[in-house]
């Protein structure tokens, strides 16, 4: 089992950049697939990135990739999401989710979620 604990959100102007974390207990994080999930007020969950259990790859949403950057320190048992050219779309609740064994999108696939952490981007 794991826990995890987002941090780093906060209000930032449009443009601006945010690196979020995640912290995981335990001592057996390397085996945990990682990613990120958001919600808006009002709209449904959405995939933001995952990362496989090395770190070695990556996917994200469309509307994130390019801006975003997913990444995992397993020394540090740590997950991170680089926010760049935040946009006021990218307002959510973000959560960083874990599983074992593969990495995968789908929401429901994920066993272990953290609490979230806001990012407001205003204009």
């Known amino acids: 089992q794991v826990q995890l604990v987002e941090s780093g959100g906060g209000l930032v102007q449009a443009g601006g950049s945010l690196r979020l974390s995640c912290a995981a207990s335990?001592?057996?994080?390397?085996?945990?697939?990682m990613g990120w999930f958001r919600q808006a007020p009002g709209k449904e969950r959405e995939f933001v990135a995952r990362?496989?259990?090395?770190?070695?790859?990556?996917i994200y949403a469309d509307a994130v990739k390019g801006r975003f950057t997913i990444s995992r320190d397993n020394a540090k048992n740590t997950l991170y999401l680089q926010m760049n050219s935040l946009k006021r779309e990218d307002t959510a609740t973000y959560y960083c989710?874990?599983?074992?064994?593969?990495?995968?999108?789908?929401?429901?696939?994920?066993?272990?979620w953290g609490q979230g952490t806001q990012v407001t981007v205003s204009t």
């Open positions: 989710v874990a599983r074992s064994g593969m990495v995968v999108t789908a929401a429901s696939s994920y066993a272990y």
């Open positions: 990362i496989n259990r090395s770190g070695g790859s990556t």
């Open positions: 335990g001592r057996t994080f390397s085996s945990y697939a």
